[in-house]
């Protein structure tokens, strides 16, 4: 027999945070969500920070599952995650002291597929998310290109800080991105996430010239972000690029966030109006407001 | 006070439901059906139910005209002759709905209208006005949302103004579906279709490949979708549809092999003992196959008649017997169901009945989506509001059981408000139960005013108006007021 010599590869395998088979709200048509687990930017407003940091098995989890679904596995003293027994009531998030979750699991590809295999039929394609999947690129890139391989084209939720300019295999590999721009002032984004925003906007510009960016999207927080100098800014580089992408213009909502975060108000439709007549004054003809 | 006088002064009543109710009330002083006392036990005990659909039985329940036959050669006994343009079409069709009958005194069936008009659209603006006052009538005329419309496969200008009007108008009437057959039924036009259900709880999803299928395996030929969701073969009818209340039945058994060895062969021999005792006064004694124009004109032909064996209750009939595990959620009462409904199915095919000659005089079987004032009784084999597992989930379980019922049966989701924004999102659900095996599937966002009840659409607003005492339009309104108190109908999960 001639040996395969992609049989030799190593199979590239990512820290994969939960699967959602169903969602109307990652992507058009009907799409799996394949969160990755970890994330560099550390938002304040963060929906699921469960899936920010890699769990260090502490195990402060484990009392705290009502069915006994964690357990400490002997030897190496590693938290394990029995999926069959799990309620998903979300109590050992809850407990997780450092961004984390039990439920992380390692996986390959295939075994991702695998799990979205009954729901083929349902399914317009995958969206990988995080976490922030352009943390693992090899994994990444990997995964969509056996979905994509299984009819199922794969579309990228990021918050753009990955160089993709230097990542060519993935850029090819992915139907499309979907990036954030949660903050168009240094300071700001910097205030709100920890990091600098210059990757982003050269990941937007990038995106935009290879022509794989399909969506761009700001989260609108009254008072607390300046959306109306995001809005213009993103919605300048987005109409000089001539490319048609939807903008996305996302309601702060409560759920999901950190305690410190839950009093801030949901914008009114006035001001989701209003953002949303600039980002159509700047040019751009797919605005949505949700 | 008698129950004529109790209708007379009901002040909730328009007068065409008085009319209505008093022939209702006419009816019940005659009782020419023979029933034997074990059937009457068991209709006693509410295992076995007719659906308040009288006592004389006068004309079939549920009659599908030939519309295609209507608009190419008119009615002599209508005096019509064929339409020439869209506003002689749509005229034709508001003349002849006044005269098909059914159990609700209004047609249940008003034909694929798409198909119909599509010939007669030449201005578009033009046939917009003709097709949007044509709906109008249809709801304000038509007051009983067990009034079905069928739309597609292919896409036509007529579809997607239809759709469209749909939109604008908001009505609960017609009950809309489009049948939808991948790889036929283009993407934008079901796209459309599955945003307007997003508005209007409408149209719903049928399942055009399996109807086609087995209607034509059956020997029936074209299918409409009446009603509520049932499937009967175009140019006939339903004579009666009686339902087997599984929920009412599994009490009367000591145990599952009781249920399994006696008491569900018993109850479904009765069920078919009273509906052939339906059926043959119907057809045999009261004179409508051969008085009714439908049948002189050929616009419904006697030997496509069947009649619908239904069963409702499934879900607590499993539970009854598993032992703590649920109907939808364990796999072992799954099984079980299935079983019962493969058991039924068996029974109904080796039954005959002489009278009529579609089907080889064997029933179709029919997942009765409940009455109002059923209480803890799940429609057909729906997993009970309340229990419903996540969407796949919920739909995959629901899907084994579709083949079984060739005359109707659905499954009804709730979405959040927020998938109007992507509508391609309900598109792919949608196709996907389709090609999972679901026969039909219905959606609605939840901040319509227009809802699905069980099978047939209501307005919010008009129950509201009848629980201030007000009169409403439409008589199903006083049906959804009961449905949404007693079968807890707008609880359904929200899907997001």
């Known amino acids: 027999m001639i040996p395969d010599p992609a049989a030799e590869d190593v199979v590239a395998r990512g820290v994969v945070a939960k699967i959602l088979p169903f969602s109307a709200v990652d992507g058009p048509g009907n799409r799996a969500v394949v969160f990755l687990q970890g994330c560099d930017f550390d938002c304040r407003y963060c929906h699921n920070p469960e899936t920010r940091a890699a769990c260090i098995h502490c195990g402060e989890c484990v009392p705290a599952c009502p069915a006994r679904a964690l357990s400490i596995a002997p030897g190496p003293g590693l938290v394990s995650w029995d999926p069959a027994r799990c309620t998903g009531c979300g109590a050992c998030v809850a407990a997780c002291r450092h961004d984390s979750s039990p439920k992380a699991r390692l996986m390959e590809p295939a075994e991702v597929l695998s799990a979205l295999s009954r729901y083929r039929p349902f399914l317009s394609g995958i969206t990988v998310t995080g976490g922030e999947c352009g943390l693992q690129p090899e994994f990444l890139e990997a995964l969509l290109r056996e979905s994509r391989a299984a009819g199922l084209p794969g579309l990228v939720d990021t918050n753009g800080s990955a160089d993709y300019a230097a990542l060519p295999g993935l850029v090819e590999a992915a139907e499309g991105f979907m990036l954030d721009v949660k903050a168009w002032d240094e300071a700001e984004h910097r205030a709100l996430t920890g990091v600098s925003n210059s990757a982003v906007i050269a990941s937007l510009r990038f995106l935009l010239s290879v022509g794989k960016l399909s969506e761009v999207r700001t989260v609108v927080a009254p008072g607390l972000l300046d959306a109306e100098e995001t809005v213009g800014g993103v919605s300048a580089i987005v109409a000089a690029s001539g490319r048609a992408v939807r903008y996305k213009l996302i309601r702060f909502r409560p759920q999901g966030v950190r305690a410190a975060w839950r009093d801030i108000p949901t914008p009114d439709d006035a001001t989701m109006a209003s953002l949303a007549a600039i980002a159509r004054g700047a040019g751009l003809r797919d605005v949505v407001v949700v | ?496």
């Not at chain 2, 009970?384 to 019922?405: K, Q, V």
């Open chain 2, 1 to 496: 006070m008698s129950p004529a006088l109790a209708v007379i002064t009901d002040r909730t009543l328009t007068y065409q439901q008085k009319v209505a109710g008093l022939a209702r009330v006419g009816e019940s002083t005659e009782s020419p059906l023979r029933i034997g006392p074990e059937l009457r036990r068991y209709i006693d005990a509410g295992a076995i139910c007719d659906l308040y659909e009288g006592s004389a039985p006068y004309r079939p329940r549920y009659i599908v005209p030939d519309y295609e036959r209507f608009m190419s050669r008119g009615s002599a006994f209508l005096g019509l002759e064929p339409p020439r343009d869209i506003w002689e079409a749509t005229a034709a069709l508001l003349v002849l709905y006044r005269h098909v009958p059914s159990i609700t005194t209004f047609p249940v069936y008003l034909g694929d209208i798409d198909a119909l008009l599509q010939p007669f659209v030449a201005d578009e603006a033009e046939a917009r006005k003709a097709i949007g006052l044509f709906l109008l009538s249809i709801d304000r005329t038509i007051n009983d949302s067990f009034c079905h419309a069928d739309i597609g496969p292919d896409a036509t200008a007529a579809g997607r103004l239809i759709l469209e009007l749909t939109r604008e108008q908001k009505n609960a009437v017609p009950n809309l579906s489009l049948k939808y057959e991948a790889g036929r039924t283009p993407d934008d036009f079901a796209a459309l279709a599955a945003s307007v259900a997003l508005e209007v709880a409408k149209p719903s999803f049928a399942n055009h490949a399996m109807f086609g299928r087995e209607f034509r395996d059956m020997g029936l030929g074209d299918y409409a979708i009446a009603s509520c969701y049932n499937g009967l073969p175009k140019g006939g009818g339903s004579c009666t549809l009686v339902r087997l209340n599984l929920a009412k039945a599994a009490p009367l058994a000591a145990g599952l092999a009781d249920f399994s060895s006696r008491v569900l062969p018993d109850v479904v021999a009765r069920q078919l003992e009273y509906m052939d005792e339906r059926v043959r006064f119907l057809v045999a004694e009261s004179g409508f196959f051969e008085s009714s124009f439908l049948v002189k004109e050929g616009l419904v032909r006697a030997d496509r008649f069947s009649a619908m064996f239904g069963i409702v209750g499934l879900a607590e009939c499993v539970n009854a017997f598993s032992g703590g595990a649920r109907f939808g959620k364990s796999d072992e009462a799954d099984a079980l169901g299935l079983e019962i409904i493969e058991r039924i199915a068996a029974l109904v095919a080796a039954h005959r009945t002489p009278l009529l000659a579609a089907n080889g005089g064997a029933y179709l079987l029919h997942a009765q989506v409940g009455i109002d004032d059923d209480r803890g009784v799940s429609p057909g084999c729906r997993i009970p509001i309340g229990e419903e597992p996540d969407l796949p989930e919920h739909i995959l379980r629901s899907a084994p059981f579709h083949r079984f019922f060739p005359s109707g049966i659905g499954d009804v989701f709730a979405f959040e408000p927020t998938a109007k924004a992507n509508p391609r999102h309900l598109l792919d659900i949608a196709k996907g139960a389709l090609a999972s095996g679901l026969r039909y599937f219905s959606a609605y966002a939840a901040d319509a005013d227009v809802v699905r009840i069980t099978g047939y659409l209501v307005k919010r607003s008009e129950i509201e108006r009848l629980g201030r005492g007000e009169q409403s339009l439409q008589d199903t309104t006083a049906l959804g007021r009961n449905a949404v108190n007693n079968l807890g109908v707008l609880e359904r999960r929200i899907r997001s």
